[in-house]
């Protein structure tokens, strides 16, 4: 008996998770948007920066982000899609931010600024909150978490990654909804 309950337990659980957000497309007002005003191109992200091959790493993670999340449909074909994305890293610093009694660096601060643009398929900008998204981590090589300067990149433009797919869909959002600045029209 404990056995069944269990994986009737496990099975609520799966079906909850495979009927999560990401995997829904938004409503407005109740109706979902069709698929045709969800699609999106994602040109790869270009490089302004002294960073060397983030502006790769940044495409790719910013790809698996809006997949991930579901409310946009990507295509590989630009003239196919209803909208489309353009990136690139407008500056990239790092510094140290930590030193012992030695001089020694212990810790070193990471900065990224990704200028991003929405626009639709006849050239149109939609308009966003903010044009560049900053990410900023702090890691040693040294003390505490330890990380070497490759992982705490990927770590930054992961959050790098997921800022800019927030700020393309409630962009996006708003524009096709019809509303600024979170308003609700009744």
């Known amino acids: ?18 009927t999560r957000e990401p995997g829904n497309p938004p409503k407005i007002n109740g109706i979902p948007i069709p698929d045709e005003k969800r699609t999106v191109y994602i040109q790869n992200f270009r490089n302004n920066s002294y960073g060397i091959a983030m502006h790769t790493q940044l495409s790719d993670l910013v790809k698996q982000e809006i997949n991930y999340r579901g409310r946009f449909i990507q295509t590989r074909e630009k003239s196919q899609a ?39 398929a ?11 998204i900053p990410a900023r981590i702090i890691y040693s090589d040294q003390v505490g978490y330890i990380e070497t300067e490759g992982q705490a990149q990927t770590r930054l433009l992961k959050i790098l990654a997921v800022r800019v797919a927030e700020e393309l869909e409630r962009a996006w959002y708003y524009s096709i909804a019809g509303k600024v600045d979170g308003d609700d029209e009744d």
């Open 82 to 120: 209803a909208y489309r994305i353009y990136g690139e890293i407008s500056h990239y610093q790092q510094v140290g931010a930590l030193l012992d009694q030695g001089g020694q660096q212990l810790s070193r601060e990471m900065t990224v600024i990704c200028r991003v643009e929405l626009q639709k």
């Open 1 to 18: 008996m404990r056995f069944f309950s269990c994986l009737l337990l496990v099975f609520f659980f799966g079906c909850t998770y495979f």
């Open 122 to 132: 006849g050239g149109e900008k939609i308009p966003l909150e903010r044009t560049e």
